[in-house]
C-alpha cells in the first residue's frame, strides 16, 4: 500500500473513524497496529528489524537515563548510536564500502576477496534510525525524559504517516502530542485532507509525469548537452515536486490525527544562497545534521576554517546518508563546497554587488540570486541522478559546456518528450507556481484560501481532484522513499 | 462540523457526476479495449489452429482466421516473455493437439522486463499470475477504469495523438526520426537489462516455452515481424546480432525461426505499414498469408 492509492485514501478514512471513536487510553494500541501493518503492507520481511531498533533504542534510552554519572550516559549513548549506525551501516552500506576497498586492492594489487552480498535495504531505515540515534542523544543531553511507555515509544519510531520518508521528527515534539488526548477538530481534518489532496496533485501531475521525460535524458546511450541541461532542472522539479508530496501526504494525513509533524520545505527554488536553500529543503534533515552533526563538531572550535572542515563533513554525511554511491558522497561535497565558498565570498561578492549598483534594486538582486542558487543546485543534482561517478562528471561538463545552453538545442530537446505530456505538465506546474505566488505574498495559502468564499473553496478542491483523476499519472513510491 | 459534511457531500457528488462520463470515455478506449479479442475468446471459447504470442508488433501482424484457421492473438503491448508464457498456459487448453504456437521475436525480446500495462492483464488472467497487484485495482478495473491512475490520462492521450511536434509524426522524414527515437529506447533499455541481468532471465523463458510447448505436443514457430527500411536501417543486421540473434543462438533451440524482418515484399512498402515498425491492416493479411504458406511448407498445416 503506498501513498499514492486509493486503498491508502480508504485505510487512513477507516482509521481515523476509529481514531476518534476509541477511548483515548486505546487510541496508542490503534496507531502502533496501523503503523506496522503499514509498514509489513511495504516491507514486511523488515518488520523484525524495525522491532529489534524500536526495543533496543527503548531499552537504551532507559539505561542512559539511570546512569548517575555524564560519563556512563556518554558511553551508553554512543555504544547505542553505534549499534544503530551499524545496523544502518550493514544494510545501506556494506555493498558500497565492499566495492569501494575492492576496487582500491584492485588498483594496489593487493588480494580481496570479500563478495558482493545481496542485501536488500530495508524501507524506512535511514529514517528511522536518525530518529533513534536523536532520541538517544537527546537524552543524553537531558533535554527529555526516557518514554517509559512502550507502547508510545512504538509509535514515535514508527509513526506511519512520516515512516517512510520523513519529516524525521524529534520525541521532544511527537510524544506529548501522542499522549495528549486529541479531540475532533473540524479545521484539523479539513486542513489535513487538503493537504493530502495537494500532494497528489504534486506526485501525480508534476513529480510522476516529469519521471519518465528525465529517464529519457538520462537513460539515453549519448545525450546532447542541452537535453542534460534540460534533463537535470526537470530532475530537479520532479525531485521537490515528489518530495514534497510525500511530505504534504504526511503531514496532512498526520494532522488528521491531530498531529502536527514539522514542515519539511519551504519554496527551496526561491532560495537566494546555498544557505538559504537548505533553510527550505528537507528541513527536518537539515536541522538534524546542523544539531547532531554540526554542532558537536564545531565544539570548541572557533577558527574560520576549523567551521569550515566541519560544514564539509556535515555535507558529506548528507551525502552519503541519501545513498550508497560515490556520486551521492561527490554530490555532497559539492554542497559542502557551495556553502563554505558563499561563506568565504559573502564580503566579496555584497561589494561587487554594489559596485555594480545591484544594491539599488533589490528585486533585481534577488532574482539574480534565485536563479544563480537554482542553477548550482541543478548542477549538483547531476551527480544525483547519474548512474556513476563517470557517468555523472561527463553530464556535468556537457551541464557547465555553453553550447549545451543554446536555445536552439534547448528547443530541439524539448521534442524529446511528448507534446501533450509537456503542455499539460506546463500547465499544472503553472498551477502549483500560483499557489506558491499565493503563499510568498499572503503567507500561508492555506489561511488564504480558508478566507475565500465556500463556493470559492470547493472549485479549487475539485480541481485538484479532477485534474488528479484525468491527468495524474503514477509511478511505484517516491524518489526519497529508496532512501 | 457540519460544513466539513456538506462541503464534503458536495465534492463527492460532483466527483461521482464526473466520474460516469469519465468512465465511459475510458471502456470506449483502444487501451481499455486492447485485450477485446481475448475477453470474446473467453466467452465464447473454441478449439483453436493457432495461438501467436508476443508484443504490440505481433498484435498489429497476425489475422488466420481469413485463412480459414482458428487463431487466438495472445499479444498485447510491451509483452514480456515471461507474461507471453502465462498468457500460453492460460489458454493453450483450448489448442488442439498439435496445434500451432508463434513465439513473436521482437528488438525488445530479450530485454524487456516490464509489461506495459498491467491493466491488460487483469480480465485475462487469474490475479496470483498477475506481479504485485491491489485487490481494489483487480476487482474494480473492469467496472470502475476511471479510477485507476493514469487510465483517464492514457484514453485520453489516444484520442488527441495527432497533437504532437512535427518531429514526432511517424512518417516524417520518411520514417527516421520514429525509427531514431524507437532505436534510441531499445539501446536504453538493453542497457538496462544487461545491468539489471534480465536477459539471461528472459532466455531461461524462451527455453521454458519451447520446452511447455514439446511438452503438450504443440509445434513452435519463431517468428520475427516485417519493418520498414527506415526502421530496418537503425536496426540492421549488427544491430539485430547484439540484441536478439547472438542470444538466440545460445539457446540452440530446435524449431523453425520465420524472420521476416528485412523482407523485402515489405521493408520499402510504406502502404502495409501503420508505422514503421508495426503493420496496417493490409501488411497484417499479407504477412498472415505468408506465413500461412511457410507453415504449409514446413508440414505443420
Redesign the interface.
Known amino acids: 500500500m503506498t501513498f499514492i492509492s486509493i486503498e491508502f485514501l480508504l485505510f487512513v478514512a477507516l482509521l481515523v473513524a476509529m481514531y476518534y471513536v476509541v477511548p483515548h487510553r486505546f487510541r496508542w494500541v490503534l496507531l502502533l497496529a496501523a503503523s506496522y501493518l503499514f509498514y509489513a503492507t511495504l516491507s514486511i520481511q523488515f518488520i523484525p528489524l524495525l522491532l529489534v531498533s524500536t526495543a533496543f533504542t527503548y531499552v537504551t534510552g532507559i539505561l542512559i537515563e539511570r546512569q548517575d554519572e555524564k560519563r556512563q550516559k556518554k558511553r551508553l549513548m554512543v555504544m547505542g548510536v553505534f549499534v544503530l549506525v551499524m545496523f544502518l551501516g550493514w544494510f545501506k552500506y556494506f555493498n558500497f564500502v565492499n566495492d569501494s576497498l575492492r576496487a582500491m586492492a584492485g588498483l594496489m594489487g593487493w588480494n580481496y576477496d570479500i563478495p558482493y552480498q545481496d542485501i536488500v535495504l530495508p524501507l524506512a531505515i535511514s529514517f528511522y534510525t536518525f530518529q533513534a540515534i536523536s532520541y538517544l542523544v537527546d537524552l543524553y543531553r537531558g533535554k527529555l525524559k526516557a518514554e517509559r511507555h512502550y507502547g508510545y515509544f512504538s509509535i514515535y519510531f514508527a509513526f506511519f504517516p512520516q515512516l517512510v520518508a520523513g519529516p524525521i521528527e524529534r520525541a521532544k515534539k511527537l510524544l506529548p502530542q501522542f499522549k495528549a488526548e486529541q479531540r475532533f477538530d473540524y479545521e484539523h481534518v479539513s486542513y489535513g485532507m487538503k493537504r493530502i489532496a495537494w500532494g497528489f496533485f504534486k506526485k501525480t501531475l508534476i513529480a510522476d509525469r516529469l519521471a519518465p521525460m528525465v529517464a529519457t535524458v538520462f537513460s539515453r546511450p549519448d545525450p546532447t548537452g542541452s537535453e542534460i541541461v534540460l534533463g537535470t532542472m526537470l530532475f530537479s522539479i520532479q525531485l521537490y515536486a515528489d518530495f514534497s508530496a510525500c511530505s504534504d501526504i504526511a503531514i496532512g494525513t498526520a494532522r488528521l490525527f491531530g498531529i502536527k509533524l514539522t514542515e519539511n520545505f519551504r519554496q527551496p527554488h526561491f532560495a537566494v544562497s546555498i544557505a538559504d536553500f537548505w533553510n527550505r529543503w528537507h528541513i527536518s534533515l537539515s536541522t538534524w545534521l546542523r544539531d547532531y552533526i554540526f554542532i558537536p563538531l564545531c565544539k570548541g572550535k572557533k577558527k574560520r576554517h576549523q567551521i569550515y572542515v566541519a560544514i564539509i563533513i556535515t555535507f558529506l554525511i548528507s551525502g552519503i546518508w541519501h545513498g550508497a554511491a560515490w556520486s551521492f558522497v561527490l554530490w555532497g561535497l559539492i554542497h559542502g563546497i557551495y556553502r563554505v565558498f558563499g561563506d568565504a565570498t559573502k564580503h566579496h561578492r555584497e561589494q561587487l554587488a554594489s559596485f555594480v549598483r545591484l544594491d539599488r534594486t533589490p528585486e533585481l538582486h534577488k532574482w539574480i540570486n534565485i536563479a544563480t542558487t537554482f542553477q548550482l543546485v541543478s548542477f549538483s543534482r547531476v551527480f544525483f541522478v547519474s548512474d556513476s561517478v563517470a557517468q555523472a562528471f561527463h553530464h556535468a561538463r556537457l551541464y557547465v559546456t555553453p553550447s549545451s545552453w543554446a536555445p536552439t538545442g534547448m528547443l530541439h530537446a524539448l521534442e524529446l518528450f511528448s507534446l501533450l505530456d509537456f503542455v499539460v505538465f506546463l500547465f499544472f506546474f503553472t498551477a502549483v507556481h500560483v499557489f506558491q505566488y499565493i503563499e510568498r505574498t499572503k503567507g500561508s495559502a492555506w489561511d488564504w484560501l480558508a478566507g475565500r468564499s465556500t463556493l470559492a473553496n470547493v472549485a479549487i478542491q475539485l480541481f485538484v481532484i479532477v485534474s488528479v483523476l484525468v491527468f495524474g499519472v503514477s509511478s511505484e513510491g517516491f524518489i526519497y522513499g529508496g532512501f | 462540523?457540519r460544513?466539513?459534511w456538506i462541503?464534503g457531500a458536495?465534492?463527492i457528488g460532483?466527483?461521482i457526476l464526473?466520474?460516469i462520463p469519465?468512465n465511459e470515455f475510458v471502456k470506449k478506449s483502444w487501451a481499455y479495449n486492447n485485450n477485446q479479442g481475448v475477453l470474446v475468446f473467453q466467452n465464447d471459447p473454441s478449439s483453436l489452429d493457432i495461438i501467436n504470442l508476443g508484443t504490440s508488433h505481433a498484435m498489429f501482424g497476425y489475422a488466420f482466421k481469413p485463412l480459414g484457421l482458428s487463431h487466438l492473438d495472445l499479444a498485447l503491448p510491451s509483452q514480456t516473455i515471461e507474461y507471453d508464457l502465462k498468457m500460453l498456459k492460460q489458454y493453450d487448453e483450448h489448442l488442439r493437439p498439435g496445434g500451432i504456437v508463434i513465439v513473436s521475436l521482437s528488438q525488445i525480446t530479450f530485454s524487456n522486463a516490464e509489461i506495459g500495462r498491467k491493466e491488460n492483464y487483469y480480465q485475462v488472467l487469474d490475479r496470483e499470475d498477475i506481479e504485485p497487484v491491489?485487490?481494489?485495482d483487480y476487482y474494480t478495473y473492469a467496472s470502475f477504469p476511471?479510477?485507476h491512475?493514469?487510465s483517464?490520462?492514457t484514453a485520453?492521450?489516444r484520442e488527441?495523438r495527432d497533437?504532437?511536434?512535427a518531429?514526432?509524426e511517424p512518417w516524417v522524414n520518411k520514417g527516421e526520426n520514429y525509427s531514431k527515437r524507437k532505436y534510441?529506447?531499445v539501446?536504453?533499455?538493453y542497457?538496462?537489462a544487461v545491468t539489471n541481468r534480465d536477459i539471461e532471465q528472459n532466455k531461461a523463458r524462451l527455453q521454458e516455452i519451447v520446452a511447455y510447448c514439446q511438452s503438450k505436443g504443440y509445434r513452435v514457430v519463431l517468428a520475427m515481424e516485417p519493418v520498414h527500411a527506415s526502421y530496418n536501417a537503425y536496426f540492421n543486421e549488427a544491430v539485430m546480432d547484439r540484441l536478439v540473434h547472438q542470444h538466440l543462438a545460445t539457446l540452440d533451440l530446435d524449431v523453425p525461426f520465420l524472420n521476416y524482418m528485412a523482407d523485402e515484399r515489405f521493408v520499402d512498402e510504406q502502404e502495409y505499414f501503420h508505422n514503421p515498425d508495426h503493420l496496417n491492416g493490409k501488411g497484417r493479411a499479407l504477412l498472415s498469408s505468408l506465413v500461412y504458406e511457410d507453415l504449409k511448407r514446413l508440414g505443420y498445416l
Do not use: D, N, P, T
Open positions: 462540523m460544513s466539513l462541503k458536495v465534492v460532483i466527483v464526473l466520474l469519465l491491489s485487490a481494489f476511471a479510477l491512475s493514469g483517464v490520462y485520453l492521450s488527441v497533437f504532437r511536434w518531429s514526432h534510441e529506447m539501446e536504453a533499455q542497457k538496462r
